[in-house]
């Protein structure tokens, strides 16, 4: 019992970084847009929140736990929404090609993180030394009361606030597109960008729009990280390929943020996996970490069999649009 | 007192460029309540007309008055606001949305869709007219007439009085059609003003009130339905016949080259046939025309000889010299191309599949030859820029020079390019679809005299057209489509234009 | 029509497509992009490290060309970066967005480890290169192969696919690293015959990385030629410009692509031997280091010039090699070159706008 409960908890522990990541992700692709920056929009949300923090708790005598929760979320979203910004002139203003783009800018916020992630370590005294413990205790806070009922609260409310964030905004945002002419309107700029140009939607707004509030959503998966999972720290690369997991969800959860929370949870199990299969050689547990990847391309081959359009792409994924010259 | 009229045009004329004058100084108008046929061939200027109405272009002259104001329509919003709805050729739909949706898409309203109101004021809306329509059915799901039927009651949602379908009944088999008209008439009767473009005569006769027909961008006049014959409108739509000084030789050494027979091919989405039982020979020595609207399957029957189209079944024979024979409907395009069966392709889409846009003029004239030659690894350039070189000079192609990409160069060069390049290999049979499109005059009589040189060499030339003052003065015979069938073949020196008219608007079916 | 209308001027700015622009014109644009990156640079790095801009600006180049070592591995990482880039040509020209160059870069490594670990003191240093090279190249094929051959047959996304086999690619490394970790427990591969040096590339003419260089420039000039002036060459950029003019033309499009992707995996996989073999002499998860990623950008950037590439490369590595030294010099850590360099493509890339569109801005009278 208590096997199974760690590892529900730790696949969520892992998951809910990756459910924020794909939430922004399909947010962004909903709109035309792949964007391959996430990786590095969330490195740099992860790491702007700790600075946000950081610095708070450094120059105030007694920092408060609620106000450094508060600080460090600006931060945060600042970062990715600058990250979203950069992405969103290169390619719906000045048309690039929206793969270079992500590709640039993943390069761009894994060097940003790290760069001021080593920096401040250096300024907290070496690597590892950062400590946030205040303002990491209000996100590690977990439900009072209901965390305590045996077994069932272990499982539900045993998280801190970014948890539950995750889990409401990836519901918020699959109603806002499946229930409001907002996601109608979204959907349609991404299926057919001149048919909702020539439907009077504003095509070039609801990109931008798109692309900086799915890279805030992503943003806040790499807080997440930092925050919750590390506990306030910062190690070099220790964000691994998670952005990267983040974007394959996308793909497992056929641009649906409802399933995108099961496929976070798939992930996060897949991921730690190797843990509690037993009698694994340590080179075997490699192989199972390989599980996530596989599972993506073995359901990407599927969905390009093209059973159902619904579960297609966005039809004008990676396009350009604008209109033409008369 | 109530306005007549629902919208009058006056003088109105719209060019492309300096040359192109695609409605030349046209004045018309639409009674409230009634349904106004606009007749006319391909290139007639009647889609850019009412492109006019809709707010997709802006007249260079000219007046438009709706419901007795005079209106500036500058863009399809404008149109709307007038209560004007235009409903394309091309449907402008989400494939993964339903029905409802793509009807709601882009209004404004509550941003919570309350989708139970929403179909309910939709089904109101195809109760009254009589629509044929599930709103929670998604568009990819549809065949192509509900679609359509999703697009009118999209523009009657949006509240349209004014209609415009843009050749509505092209797409539609005889029985979904009437279901059309009997819409159309309802919509009629609750007092919209309905225009619809057609060149199908049978159909004008049925449905309308009223017909205008333009010819060559030109308004021609108004009659009755009442008082019109398939006939009387057939002579007001193709005119009097035009001489043209093309120079036609008598056929020599005429013997079967290309045989076709019950050729049949289904639509990309298998709904319907695109041709059905083709049987024809083509013949060396002779071009053989192809007369037909377009879109009643040319393209098809090109590419199926070419062999890149699937064929659900029949026959091809290629006949390079007399007694030997050669099937081809066994074959893909690459094998027929490999066994050095000399068939030239100038296919419609010149920069999308004849030639490639951004190469440059020899690299295009390598698209046929880069994998002859002695070496198996390189390619030899020295040939097709020989080739190119001699094409620029003989076809006196208009061009910086030979390394710049056939995309900058004008339409009647492009053209000039791909035809040289396709005649330069001495085909037995050269195809061609509409080979003088968008060319000026002197480009056009260039083509003619290529297509006479290769029928003088004793090529078969297969030529699709849509001027039939060409076909009659250029080929030898014709072949007329209509629907995917043949309807007739006739001796072009004989013929006339009116019985190419009534042909190609399928009259035969009615005889 | 008529003088009561209200009348507002306002700007619009128009954007057209430029027909054509000159050379001197397309490049002055690329220059000022990149002059523009360098000034954000300098604001940036003063921003940081508050120091003189100019002495930063000398520092990188001090730190890219100071000492003839330094120039030496500037050269070994600008090669390195045109290699990849030039195996990504011939996939890029046919428009298949092989990203997964990271992946067929570690399999070429791994595969040359391999060998190293296992062959090295079997086999007669004769063999063992031309070894290393062959299973590098087959080794990456493999890995371009797989997505290809689903592209080809079921259409399915190759951006999505080769990103994956990334992934697939690090784990497998992690997985030899517990069989090749050298010594036991440090979970790393360590040097690799540290002693007899079986498998490095050898010095030749006293320089370590003669062979580097010469290996990128003959695939560099094989390449060029390959596109140019070969059959294959000349369908996979039919293909890349209209699947529809290559079926019009006889090209089998599906064996061009599967074709065109095993070349472009393969010359991947041999990047990975010249890391391993002929710089790092060992292999880990971080041996491709993002250079999969950047080859693109140089690649796309370039438009597959051949010339423009080698240009990119050693801008962006002599970029990236000096901010590695002032980042030192500073008590910066070596990251900063990824902003560097992330600041200099983000110009560089937004330039391109402006070499294919021009702007016209005018007043417009709008009437109420």
């Not at chain 1, 950062?130 to 077994?151: D, E, H, M, N, Q």
């Not at chain 2, 863009?75 to 029905?99: C, N, R, V, Y």
Request: proline share 3%; aromatic share 8%; hydrophobic share 45%.
């Amino acid at each position: 019992m208590n096997v199974l409960l760690a590892f529900i908890q730790g696949a969520i522990g892992q998951g809910i970084t990756i459910l924020f990541g794909a939430t922004g992700e399909i947010v962004t692709e909903k709109s035309g847009n792949l964007n391959l920056g996430i990786p590095g929009i969330m490195y740099m949300g992860g790491i702007a929140g700790l600075m946000g923090a950081f610095f708070y708790e450094k120059g105030t005598a007694s920092p408060s736990p609620a106000m450094g929760l508060l600080v460090s979320m600006l931060t945060c979203l600042a970062a990715s929404f600058l990250g979203g910004l950069i992405y969103s002139v290169l390619t719906v203003t000045l048309r690039a090609n929206q793969n270079v783009v992500g590709l640039a800018l993943t390069t761009f916020g894994t060097g940003f993180a790290n760069f001021f992630g080593g920096s401040i370590s250096k300024i907290a005294g070496g690597v590892g030394q950062i400590s946030v413990a205040s303002t990491a205790s209000a996100y590690r806070a977990k439900i009072p009361v209901l965390s305590g009922i045996p077994f069932v609260g272990k499982i539900l409310f045993n998280y801190g606030i970014l948890t539950y964030l995750a889990i409401i905004i990836s519901v918020i945002v699959t109603l806002v597109i499946l229930r409001t002419r907002t996601g109608l309107h979204l959907v349609a700029v991404g299926e057919s960008p001149a048919t909702a140009d020539a439907a009077g939607i504003n095509v070039n707004r609801y990109k931008y729009v798109a692309t900086l509030c799915g890279s805030m959503i992503a943003g806040l998966g790499g807080l997440y990280f930092v925050m919750d999972y590390l506990g306030g720290t910062w190690s070099n690369n220790g964000f691994g390929d998670r952005g990267w997991l983040a974007v394959a969800l996308v793909i497992l959860a056929l641009w649906n943020p409802a399933n995108a929370i099961w496929g976070a949870l798939l992930f996060g199990a897949l991921y730690i996996l190797y843990i509690y299969i037993p009698g694994l050689s340590r080179a075997n547990q490699e192989l199972v970490k390989m599980l996530p990847y596989l599972v993506t391309i073995i359901v990407l081959v599927l969905t390009s069999k093209r059973n159902k359009p619904e579960n297609q792409p966005p039809a004008s994924l990676g396009l350009s649009y604008f209109r033409e010259e008369r | 007192m109530a306005q007549e009229y629902a919208i009058e045009l006056k003088n109105v004329t719209k060019r492309f460029g300096e040359k192109v004058i695609a409605n030349d100084n046209v004045s018309l108008n639409l009674r409230k309540g009634e349904i106004l046929a606009i007749l006319g061939e391909n290139g007639s200027g009647k889609t850019t007309l009412m492109n006019m109405l809709s707010g997709i272009y802006f007249p260079d002259e000219g007046q438009i008055i709706v419901n007795g104001q005079e209106a500036l329509i500058r863009s399809p919003k404008d149109a709307f606001d007038l209560k004007i709805g235009m409903i394309h050729q091309h449907f402008k739909l989400i494939e993964i949305m339903t029905a409802a949706q793509n009807i709601i898409l882009g209004l404004k309203g509550p941003n919570h869709l309350d989708m139970k109101a929403i179909r309910a004021s939709i089904e109101e809306l195809t109760n009254r007219y009589g629509f044929d329509l599930e709103p929670d059915r998604k568009i990819y799901t549809m065949s192509v007439s509900q679609k359509q039927t999703v697009e009118i009651v999209k523009v009657l949602y949006r509240g349209a009085d004014i209609l415009i379908l843009d050749e509505p009944t092209a797409v539609l088999t005889p029985q979904e059609t009437e279901k059309l008209f009997d819409v159309l008439r309802n919509m009629k009767k609750a007092g919209k003003s309905i225009i619809i473009i057609t060149h199908k005569l049978n159909e004008v006769l049925e449905i309308s009130d009223r017909v205008s027909v333009l010819r060559k961008g030109r308004y021609i006049g108004t009659v009755d339905t009442c008082d019109a014959t398939a006939e009387s409108l057939t002579e007001m739509m193709v005119g009097e016949k035009v001489t043209l000084d093309i120079d036609r030789t008598e056929p020599v050494d005429v013997r079967p080259c290309l045989e076709v027979k019950g050729l049949n091919v289904k639509s990309a989405d298998g709904t319907r046939n695109v041709l059905s039982d083709i049987t024809f020979t083509a013949n060396t020595g002779e071009i053989l025309g192809i007369a037909g609207i377009s879109g009643n399957g040319q393209k098809e029957l090109l590419e199926s000889i070419a062999r890149l189209q699937e064929m659900e079944s029949g026959e091809i024979k290629f006949y390079p010299e007399p007694g030997s024979c050669i099937t081809l409907e066994d074959k893909k395009a690459d094998e027929v191309l490999q066994m050095g069966i000399r068939m030239a392709f100038v296919p419609e889409d010149r920069l999308g599949m004849g030639l490639v846009a951004s190469m440059d003029i020899t690299d295009n004239m390598m698209l046929r030859s880069y994998n002859k030659g002695d070496n198996p690894v390189f390619t030899d350039r020295k040939t097709p820029r020989e080739l190119a070189q001699r094409v620029v000079d003989k076809l006196e192609v208009v061009t910086p020079g030979l390394t710049t990409p056939v995309r900058r160069l004008s339409g009647g060069n492009v053209q000039k390019v791909l035809v040289g390049r396709e005649i330069a290999s001495g085909p037995k049979v050269l195809m061609v679809a509409y080979p003088v499109r968008g060319l000026d005059i002197n480009s056009s009589y260039a083509i003619y005299n290529l297509l006479n040189d290769q029928k003088k060499k004793g090529s078969a030339v297969l030529c699709v057209g849509e001027d039939l003052d060409v076909l009659l003065d250029l080929c030898d015979r014709i072949l007329v489509l209509a629907g995917g069938r043949i309807s007739g073949i006739v001796d072009a020196r004989t013929s006339t234009k009116e019985e190419l008219g009534i042909l190609m608007t399928g009259g035969k079916e009615e005889a | 029509m008529n003088g009561s209308h209200k009348q507002k001027d306002r700007l619009v700015i128009h954007m057209i497509k430029r027909d054509t622009i000159s050379k001197p014109k397309e490049w002055g644009i690329r220059l000022i992009a990149v002059l523009l990156s360098l000034i954000v640079c300098a604001v940036v790095i003063y921003l940081i490290t508050r120091q003189n801009p100019a002495e930063v600006y000398s520092g990188i180049i001090d730190g890219a060309i100071g000492t003839k070592r330094r120039a030496w591995v500037t050269v070994r990482e600008s090669v390195l970066l045109l290699i990849i880039a030039v195996g990504l040509v011939p996939a890029y020209r046919m428009r298949f967005w092989n990203i997964g160059a990271e992946g067929q870069i570690l399999m070429g490594g791994a595969a040359t480890a391999a060998i190293m670990i296992y062959l090295g003191d079997k086999l007669p240093k004769s063999a063992i290169l031309p070894l290393i090279i062959v299973s590098s190249l087959a080794a990456g094929m493999i890995w371009g192969l797989i997505p290809a051959i689903f592209k080809a047959h079921f259409n399915t996304n190759e951006t999505l696919f080769t990103l994956m086999m990334n992934y697939t690619a690090m784990q497998l490394i992690t997985y030899f690293i517990v069989y090749w970790e050298n010594p036991k427990g440090s979970n790393t591969v360590g040097v690799i015959n540290p002693a007899t040096k079986a498998g490095w590339f050898p010095k030749v003419f006293g320089m370590d990385y003669f062979l580097n260089v010469l290996i990128v420039v003959i695939v560099t000039v094989v390449m060029t030629v390959y596109m140019k002036y070969t059959r294959q060459g000349y369908e996979l950029a039919v293909v890349g410009e209209s699947a529809n003019t290559a079926r019009y033309a006889g090209i089998n499009v599906r064996k061009v692509i599967i074709r065109t992707m095993m070349i472009s995996g393969a010359i991947c996989g041999l990047a990975g031997a010249i890391i391993v073999s002929g710089a790092s002499h060992t292999i880990s998860t971080s041996t491709a280091g993002g250079r999969g990623f950047t080859a693109i950008i140089v690649a796309w950037m370039s438009k597959f010039n051949p010339l423009t590439m080698i240009i990119v490369s050693v801008f962006l590595v002599f970029m990236q090699q000096g901010s590695i030294q002032i980042a030192t010099q500073f008590g910066l850590n070596e990251n900063a070159s990824s902003i560097i360099t992330g600041i200099l493509l983000f110009f560089l890339i937004g330039c391109e706008f402006f070499v294919n569109y021009s702007l016209v801005v005018y007043r417009e009278r709008k009437e109420d």
